[in-house]
């Protein structure tokens, strides 16, 4: 297999508005980035993955772009922007910019410009029917909306203030591709790639059988001449780690998107775990991890993760984050670090912060949840039943700001921050994990160190033993004569587990554990609550 540096790295995705905020403002923003790097730098990482920070009326937090050459207000400045390039690159580490180019906001000229007249030279920049199709969109029940001057619908796949950009219009293309260059040539070193899944549509727009079955909104035909063309004209001139977002995919499809001979994207992430899986289904997340090395080891790329902005926080989701919250952060840790693929942290995974649950839909921002929760709300439904429905996927769980220490607002801000702070911050904060040995921080740490030592834990081959198991989840990565056994016990209680005869041969040598004192020789390993394992067979 290829060896390449984003295959190798280790990925800290920074929700900057959530992160630190430099100036009082309430909102974190990319001084206050800067002001934390050494702390990024401190826990091992190769690569910043930074929310989008672009122009924007922020409906849906910067996923709405006004103008692509321009930082928004809240953020900072391009020259901040620029300063914290550099710093990144000072530190030896790398910057990938979040950038959405299946839509735009409303508000950009662009768009400005199209609803004007069905005249105006943009009009087809957008895409516009005289009659909507029975289709949703992601955040809305119909994903069409009326422009009352025109008279026409425009199509969006989020909100109504985000409408797609027609990518069948070559000038658009050429537009994007001039836009991509505008930011690689500044030297960032790659991009996360918005919803490009969705860039596509089909001709015609049929309508769908199940409108709620929203998978006709992505992987429709003509969205891989799209990527190749981008590739072509763009990515192949640097050397930069393109990782694209691509929901509703089987690992064939998904392969499409990144075969190293197909020349489109290095890397994507599919939601067969956080959007389809909503809580933990061990047999089901330990098949999809089979199906997907199956189909794209030594042909593509894959991506670890379990939770991100748009997504509950991974301790909470599909861990234990009350008795056992240290715990079973650390196994998830090493399960992402352990399995074939990029690992992705998401800040403040790295210390177990957890979600949370505000009390009133007023506490809450996310854009998504809101909508839900009016749409649900004029159906004549309980609004508190609604609420409780939408709290534990709700965006927000992830959004809450960074937790740094116990003083007022947990360290992050000095005015009153954008979104409520999750109320556990004074046991759950960066300045404790930072004084503790044990904490999550330091074992993430040596997780991520681990990495750069043993290749294995990138290019090793991936075998599981524990196919039928619901508790047990052990697996080996081998490279050449290397051999690893990583054997976690996702459960509230204890379980023993019978090393299949082949493991059992071996000599195990400890490489990192979550428990103190594994001292275990025989072939029945007793695995402790949340215990993880990793060791080395000799
Ligand atoms: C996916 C992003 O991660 C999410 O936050 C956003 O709302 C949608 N795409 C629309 O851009």
Request: with cysteine; proline share 5%.
């Amino acid at each position: 297999m290829k060896r390449t540096w984003w295959k190798e790295a280790v990925v800290y995705q920074v929700y900057w508005r959530s992160f630190y905020d430099s100036n009082g403002d309430g909102v974190g923003d990319l001084q206050g980035v800067i002001e934390k790097l050494d702390y990024i730098q401190h826990l091992g990482v190769d690569v910043i993955w930074l929310n989008p920070c672009y122009e924007s009326p922020d409906k849906d937090n910067g996923y709405d772009i006004s103008n692509y050459y321009a930082i928004m207000e809240k953020a900072g400045t391009m020259k901040t922007w620029e300063t914290l390039l550099d710093e990144v690159h000072k530190r030896d580490m790398k910057l990938i910019m979040d950038l959405v180019v299946n839509h735009t906001s409303d508000q950009h000229p662009w768009f400005i410009e199209s609803r004007s007249s069905r005249d105006n030279p943009k009009r087809d920049w957008y895409i516009w029917r005289d009659k909507p199709n029975n289709w949703r969109s992601y955040f809305t029940p119909s994903a069409w909306e009326y422009d009352e001057l025109t008279g026409q619908y425009y199509f969006h796949s989020f909100a109504v203030e985000q409408p797609d950009l027609n990518w069948k219009n070559p000038e658009v293309r050429q537009e994007i591709y001039k836009m991509m260059r505008f930011w690689l040539d500044k030297g960032i070193d790659g991009f996360r790639l918005d919803a490009i899944a969705l860039l596509a549509k089909p001709e015609g727009f049929p309508d769908a059988a199940d409108p709620n079955d929203i998978r006709y909104l992505t992987n429709n035909p003509g969205l891989h001449e799209y990527l190749r063309e981008m590739h072509e004209q763009v990515f192949q001139y640097y050397d930069i780690f393109t990782v694209g977002e691509v929901a509703f995919v089987s690992p064939e499809e998904g392969l499409k998107y990144v075969a190293e001979d197909r020349r489109e994207l290095n890397a994507l992430f599919h939601f067969e775990v956080c959007d389809e899986m909503p809580n933990w289904e061990p047999l089901r997340f330990k098949n999809i991890q089979r199906r997907w090395y199956d189909v794209l080891w030594g042909k593509g790329w894959n991506s670890q993760f379990l939770n991100n902005h748009d997504h509950t926080r991974q301790v909470t989701r599909y861990g234990n984050d009350k008795e056992y919250r240290v715990e079973s952060a650390k196994l998830l840790g090493t399960m992402l670090h352990t399995l074939p693929g990029t690992p992705y942290i998401y800040q403040g995974e790295e210390i177990g912060m957890t979600g949370v649950r505000f009390p009133s839909i007023d506490d809450y921002n996310d854009i998504a949840m809101k909508n839900k929760y009016e749409e649900e709300i004029a159906k004549g439904r309980d609004p508190q039943e609604v609420l409780e429905s939408l709290q534990p996927l709700s965006r927000d769980n992830s959004r809450t700001p960074m937790q740094w220490d116990d003083s007022p607002n947990a360290g992050f801000t000095t005015g009153t921050p954008w979104i409520k702070v999750n109320p556990n911050y004074k046991e759950i904060n960066v300045k404790q994990a930072l004084q503790d040995q044990n904490s999550v921080y330091y074992y993430y740490q040596k997780l991520i160190q681990l990495r750069k030592e043993n290749p294995v834990m990138v290019y090793g081959t991936f075998h599981d033993y524990t196919e039928n198991e619901p508790y047990i989840y052990a697996y080996t990565r081998e490279l050449d004569d290397v051999r690893w056994l990583i054997v976690l016990n996702h459960c509230d209680h204890a379980n023993d587990y019978e090393l299949p005869v082949s493991l059992a041969a071996y000599k195990r040598e400890v490489v990192l554990g979550n428990y103190p004192d594994i001292q275990e020789n025989g072939s029945v390993l007793h695995m402790r609550p949340h215990e993880a394992r990793i060791y080395r067979l000799i």
